[in-house]
């Protein structure tokens, strides 16, 4: 499966950006589907995730202002983002999980395809 993540870009604090990843090859109707991100300097750290069965986890840092939403029949998986702070900037990554456990795995190595990332820069 193919992965192309689209939608970052520069916003202030506190505004908006919703995120797209588009699958294509096999559909990831069966996969369980997560945003990872990676700041410069830092380790990739995950950032939210749903399961095939739309059972969905986020880490704590974007509960209440993130949401992941799934359209299989576009094989499309969405990171809404709000209320966004400088600390979130970073390269984002969507990526498959082919395991489609009942539940999200956080950790990178859980995902076995990534997308190539889209920068989101939030200035103060």
């Known amino acids: 499966v193919q992965l192309q993540a689209s939608g970052g870009g520069l916003v202030q604090a506190g505004g908006s950006l919703r995120l797209s990843c588009t699958a294509s090859?096999?559909?990831?109707?069966?996969?369980?589907m997560g945003w990872l991100r990676q700041a410069p300097g830092k380790e990739r750290e995950f950032v939210a995730g749903?399961?095939?069965?739309?059972?969905?986890r986020y880490a704590d840092s974007v509960k209440g202002r993130f949401t992941i939403s799934s359209d299989n029949a576009k094989n499309t998986v969405y990171l809404q983002m709000n209320r966004l702070k400088p600390e979130d900037t970073a390269v984002y990554f969507c990526?498959?999980?082919?395991?489609?456990?009942?539940?999200?795995?956080?950790?990178?190595?859980?995902?076995?395809?990534w997308g190539q990332g889209t920068l989101v820069t939030v200035s103060s």
């Open positions: 990526a498959a999980d082919r395991t489609a456990l009942a539940v999200v795995r956080s950790y990178s190595y859980a995902y076995e395809y």
């Open positions: 749903i399961t095939w069965s739309s059972s969905i």
């Open positions: 090859g096999r559909t990831f109707s069966r996969y369980n």
